[in-house]
């Protein structure tokens, strides 16, 4: 099994469409949970953290399922902006390993008019 | 808003050359990370340091690779003897606290031929 496994995409939405993108990852010993957004070439940005209870940030969802090793994000109303690769990334585990992302492959999002 | 900023943007070297790719983190982040994402792939990983030595390291950064915090502010990874397959982009990143509230600079890419 994969670290950090995302659908495959890419995912062509018109704008103003719900979008989900799942994610599961394989240690157990993961601590931290986070959705990036990376444009064309660029870098990695936060998008936002994942937390148990599941949190909110405007138009963005995110879920986690400890129990069943799940993160999902979920992109209501969807814009031409939010064109990008969404990816998966989790810690590697504890102590100093809490620094080591591992990311996943990424799902390209495409919204278009 | 605070930057991680990386110089070259982009550097072409000959097999065999060293380089020496330069990171200034954010002022008053604590922790260093380097990644590398070879195109079409996923970000990996290469190390983490805090306190002025390597916390932690993974499998692709053997001992051609080695980072150095020069001065208090430039953070600096060198690759010994570049291989064809070292041809990726090279992303810094620092962070206050271990593995939270990364800022990723815009990167490096790098070119071995």
């Known amino acids: 099994r994969k670290e950090v496994e995302q659908d495959p995409g890419p995912f062509n939405v018109p704008e103003g469409a719900t979008v989900a993108f799942n994610c599961t990852y394989s240690?157990?010993?993961?601590?931290?949970f986070f959705w990036y957004r990376q444009d064309c070439r660029k870098e990695p940005k936060l998008l936002m953290s994942v937390y148990s209870s599941g949190n909110e940030d405007g138009r963005f969802t995110a879920q986690l399922n400890r129990a069943s090793q799940y993160i999902s994000l979920l992109i209501r109303d969807s814009k031409l902006s939010d064109s990008a690769t969404y990816l998966c990334v989790v810690n590697k585990g504890y102590g100093g390993s809490q620094g080591n992302l591992i990311f996943g492959k990424g799902t390209k999002l495409s919204v278009k008019p | 808003e605070p930057e991680v900023t990386q110089t070259p943007s982009h550097q072409v070297t000959q097999m065999g050359q060293e380089v020496i790719l330069r990171c200034v983190p954010i002022?008053?982040?604590?922790?260093f990370y380097w990644y590398r994402q070879i195109l079409g792939q996923k970000v990996e990983f290469l190390v983490s340091?805090?306190?002025?030595?390597?916390?932690?390291k993974s499998e692709i950064f053997d001992d051609q690779f080695s980072v150095e915090r020069p001065d208090g502010s430039n953070f600096t990874l060198k690759i010994r003897s570049t291989k064809l397959e070292d041809s990726a982009m090279y992303f810094c990143?620092?962070?206050?606290?271990?593995?939270?509230?990364?800022?990723f600079g815009s990167g490096t890419r790098l070119t071995v031929v």
């Open positions: 340091f805090y306190n002025n030595e390597i916390s932690e």
């Open positions: 990143a620092s962070s206050a606290s271990l593995g939270y509230g990364y800022t």
């Open positions: 240690n157990s010993a993961s601590q931290s």
């Open positions: 002022s008053n982040h604590l922790y």
